[in-house]
């Protein structure tokens, strides 16, 4: 693929606004949006004067005009969609987090993979400048061999049965919002996990509302990831090397600052990192990494592979399944 590469959206909620404003002012072609909803994606096109508009997602798919899907609804939908534009034959993003399960994510994979269709999880997270900057320092060894990470994520949000955040039936919950993100930094730092002890709490309808989830990662190395969604917290993270370690600023999955420190006794700041200045909220990094793999005839992207999205699924279901099994003995 040579010539650009037009987006198209699939769903036209909040987040693929914001992900359609990043695109825009970063200068790519976004060129469908669809959605159930005829008139509701009609609105979405005219206010991002989108070229093209349908009233059903197999419509988007089937558009010659779209080269590659971005999946912006609930969870519990991704499968279903992103298995519809697979077998359309056109490459997918499917927003974060990948699937509801990790039996959806393999079904997903292998369509992919049969087909010879790119696909990828919408981590942006890992693309973003600050994601650059802090790889860059550990590549040059700035805190010796990597120990630990831990990571503090919380939100005072709406969890009533009626909202998103507290339906089950739109993927409600804690994990699959916000405790993925420090369980996918986790993973992409310290590797796969290999043993899970975990915490938390459920509400009366099985939602997880808050998560303490200790991993070991090998090596000796090991995380910590504490996350909940009906309380306010720093939002602040900390890689710790054996020479050292990282403060990454609130939020510390976002375009954020961080501080290098070593390990002496007292500890010296070896680097200060600003947040990085861009547009909008910076979710434009993983699209120009999807095009970079389109552009390349890559089927996967190296910075977040499908076997490590399936492994991370797999992780969530196990840390819900225990906060389930708590509550049902209470």
Known sequence: MTRRVRWGILGAGNIAKTFVADLLAQGL????????????????????????????????????HVDVVYIATPQTLHAEQALLAIGAGKPVLVEKSFTSTAAEAERVVAAARAKGVFAMEAMWTRFLPTADAIGDALERGAIGELVSFTSSHFQNLDVSPRSRHGDPSLGGGVMADLGVYGISMASQLLGPAT???????????????AASVLMRHGAGRSSATLTRMDAPGSNRAAIVGTDGWIDIDAVFYASTSFTVYDGGRPQRELLRFDRPQHVGRGMQFQALEVERCLHAGELESPRMPLDESVAIMAVLDEVRASITAQAASL
């Not at 043993?195 to 509302?209: K, M």
Request: hydrophobic share 50%; proline share 4%.
């Open 195 to 209: 043993s899970i002890l975990v915490d938390g709490e459920a509400s009366d309808l099985g939602v997880d509302l």
């Open 29 to 64: 072609e976004v060129a469908a949006v669809g959605s159930r909803d005829a008139a509701k994606a009609a609105a979405f096109a005219a206010q991002f004067s989108i070229p093209a508009s349908h009233g059903s997602y197999e419509d988007l798919v089937a558009d010659p």
